[in-house]
């Protein structure tokens, strides 16, 4: 950056919040002066690192949403959310950014009768709110069998309507679309405060009218912020690429993106090479809402989800495992995306996607736009916009609370796997410590 500038718009975080945001600022208003901020690169962080699972899914639970709302805007929100699919196919292919795009069905499976019976009440809680009813199914033993072969697997369900994509292409194809239109992208500058009117940097300071704050995982590094979101780390392994014989032996034809009804959460997809990718939480969480050193991943994360991976498809056991990474993701205390721009301050943000940004961001990105161009708009009025939630508890009550869900979360899957019939008790006891 160089030195002093003023802009329309400044936006801290070159990430998908950041991009998209910019993004529909030029479509709708190409005379806006946007700047982009990034400590490191665009895409550096969860945007480049994730699962690449285009889901139209976000973080968020309707009972908590109808404290505030209707159920018409909860069902309004859902719609909003299921159509990022399609948007961000559109604007790839409108903007010929190769991310590897494809239409899949989301698959979560179940391999004893405790996760069998959540996978009835999760498809069954979709089946209810869902605007089509249609696009998710349960899915007998063999039935789901004969997508993935799974060890094991007692039935699932499917959502249809889904896409898997490289998130890396995705962000980085989207930050050169936003060049194109003009959007300044300061790379390696690092933001050390957040004020009305003003970004300060190590290089100079960006005065703009409207800020916003698109920094996800990384906010509880900004001054001011350290409770405002919990920085969750989750990890990532890849294999090589796997041979024809084996990918018969596993099926996994339709390219479907794979998740199971364990507490432990993983998430898989087949990639365009012919690999797996596994990923789930490995150190969940460091003291004081530390984050990673550029993605490096410990042995006994890397050990950890190689065991998931061979535990649900043990024909990859001889598989070379090429790749590992980590990442952070922003968790709100009630575990709810949220959107919104303070009228006073001029001041937004978007996040606490809690790991399914990729959809969640584009309709945050679209929502900011409307916010700051002060329209009103059905995007505007969802009920997740501008929902204040209240703050995570200072240290070490936070690092004590995560490390506790998880390990209640590992107990009850134990449990469960050596032939609990319902879902253990601890999992319950998880969820009220930390909300979620």
């Known amino acids: 950056m160089p030195g002093n500038i003023e802009a329309d718009v400044a936006i801290v975080g070159a990430g998908y919040t950041g991009l998209w945001t910019a993004y529909y600022l030029k479509k709708a208003r190409p005379s806006l002066r946007v700047a982009v901020i990034e400590r490191q690169f665009a895409g550096f962080g969860a945007s480049g690192r994730n699962g690449g699972w285009l889901s139209g899914g976000f973080s968020w639970s309707r009972e908590k949403y109808l404290k505030t709302s209707s159920r018409q805007g909860v069902m309004a929100m859902q719609k909003a959310m299921a159509g990022c699919v399609d948007e961000v196919i559109r604007v790839a292919t409108a903007e010929g950014i190769d991310a590897d795009i494809r239409r899949v069905d ?158 432990a959460y993983c998430y898989a997809q087949r990639t365009r090479e012919g690999r797996i990718t596994m990923g789930g939480r490995g150190v969940p969480y460091r003291y004081g809402s530390r984050t990673d050193i550029n993605g490096q991943t410990q042995q006994a994360t890397i050990d950890q989800l190689h065991a998931i991976l061979t535990s649900l498809l043990p024909q990859t056991a001889g598989c070379r495992i090429e790749h590992a990474w980590c990442g952070v993701l922003g968790v709100p205390r009630d575990w709810c995306t949220t959107v919104g721009l303070d009228p006073a301050t001029r001041i937004g943000w978007a996040g606490g996607y809690v790991g399914l940004g990729v959809s969640s961001s584009n309709l945050s990105g679209r929502t900011l736009a409307n916010l700051i161009l002060e329209e009103d708009t059905e995007l505007t009025r969802l009920p997740w916009v501008n929902r204040k939630v209240r703050r995570w508890e200072p240290e070490p009550f936070r690092w004590l609370g995560v490390h506790a869900m998880y390990q209640l979360y590992s107990i009850a899957d134990r449990r469960e796997a050596a032939g609990l019939a319902q879902t253990s008790k601890l999992a319950a006891l998880a969820d009220s410590i930390t909300g979620h």
């Open 106 to 263: 989301n698959l979560t499976v179940a391999t004893n009768p405790a996760q069998l019976e959540r996978a009835r009440e999760e498809c069954e809680t979709i089946r209810s709110w869902d605007v089509d009813p249609g696009r998710v199914e349960m899915l007998d033993a063999a039935a789901t069998r004969a997508r993935i072969n799974v060890r094991n697997v007692m039935g699932g369900f499917v959502v249809h309507g889904q896409a898997r994509v490289q998130p890396a292409k995705l962000v980085r194809g989207l930050a050169a679309a936003v060049e194109r239109l003009g959007v300044s992208i300061y790379e390696q500058t690092t933001v050390t405060t957040i004020a009305k009117g003003s970004v300060t940097t190590n290089r100079g300071i960006v005065r703009a009218e409207t800020i916003i704050r698109a920094t996800e995982g990384f906010t509880a590094g900004i001054p001011g912020e350290e409770r405002t979101w919990l920085a969750l780390n989750s990890a990532q392994i890849v294999t090589e690429p796997l041979s024809p014989e084996l990918w018969r032996a596993i099926g996994w034809d339709g390219h479907e993106l794979l998740g199971s009804a364990a507490h």
